[in-house]
């Protein structure tokens, strides 16, 4: 049972970057899909979740409108897409999923994905 995050690494300021979250040993169908960020010596920081009852998106006012979310249940992956992305979104991003409703509270998701780094630098 794992998550295997993906899609890290250097970007130019206002460039684009997709993260990849492949679970493997359980199916994504019936869990909330959840996408956070850390910067070093800081908590783990919500921005984005899918819905598990209806797939809404929600998504942190930091990246509202540059960064969305999906879920493709035929591959059991879901992604984060980043757009115009800014030096502040420097920071290791982590997938994880939940049982319940969307929370950008880390607390209750069951597994998370190994990280990734991000760097946004001209």
């Known amino acids: 049972v794992q998550l295997q995050a993906s899609g890290g690494g250097l970007v130019q300021p206002g460039g684009s970057l997709t993260l990849s979250c492949e679970a493997s040993?359980?199916?994504?169908?019936?869990?909330?899909t959840g996408w956070f960020r850390q910067y070093p010596g800081k908590k783990r920081e919500g921005i984005a979740c899918?819905?598990?009852?209806?797939?809404?998106?929600f998504l942190a006012d930091s990246v509202k409108g540059r960064f969305s979310t999906s879920k493709d249940n035929a591959k059991n992956t879901f992604y984060l897409l980043m757009d115009n992305l800014r030096v502040e979104d420097t920071a290791t991003y982590y997938c994880?999923?939940?049982?319940?409703?969307?929370?950008?509270?880390?607390?209750?998701?069951?597994?998370w994905g190994q990280g990734t780094l991000v760097t946004v630098s001209s």
């Open positions: 994880a999923v939940l049982r319940g409703l969307c929370s950008f509270d880390s607390e209750g998701y069951k597994y």
């Open positions: 899918i819905s598990r009852r209806d797939g809404s998106v």
């Open positions: 040993g359980f199916t994504l169908e019936y869990l909330a």
